[in-house]
């Protein structure tokens, strides 16, 4: 079982910055690979980015191609996504997802833990 909570979510004018994290219980956390997904009222959950167990692997969507990075830092069992330059549109709940697998992917079926999300709204 692997439980994770995200933070660093909150209010920011676009352009600005936030920095998300999501810590992960149990001793096999750099085995899986962790994705960001994320969800704005009316719309389904979409993929925003993901990374391999080892960081070698990572994805994102075209969306946030060049303003988001993801991290990952497996000493302390905790996955970052870095969004800079953002936008009214990527207001959401952000969600990390676990997969039980070292390999990534943007697909929201592969994910088998998710933690309770964490809002990010941006305003104009």
Not at 3 to 15: F, H, I, M, N, W
Not at 43 to 68: N, Q
């Amino acid at each position: 079982q692997v439980q994770l909570v995200e933070s660093g979510g909150g209010l920011v004018q676009a352009g600005g910055s936030l920095r998300l994290s999501c810590a992960a219980s149990g001793r096999t956390f750099s085995s899986y690979a962790m994705g960001w997904f994320r969800q704005a009222p009316g719309k389904e959950r979409e993929f925003v980015a993901a990374i391999s167990w080892s960081g070698g692997s990572i994805y994102y969507a075209d969306s946030v191609k060049g303003r988001f990075t993801i991290s990952r830092d497996n000493a302390k069992n905790t996955v970052y996504l870095q969004m800079n330059s953002l936008k009214p549109e990527d207001t959401a709940v952000y969600y990390c997802a676990a997969r039980i697998t070292v390999v990534p992917s943007t697909s929201i079926h592969e994910y088998k833990y998710w933690g309770q999300g964490t809002q990010v709204t941006v305003s104009s």
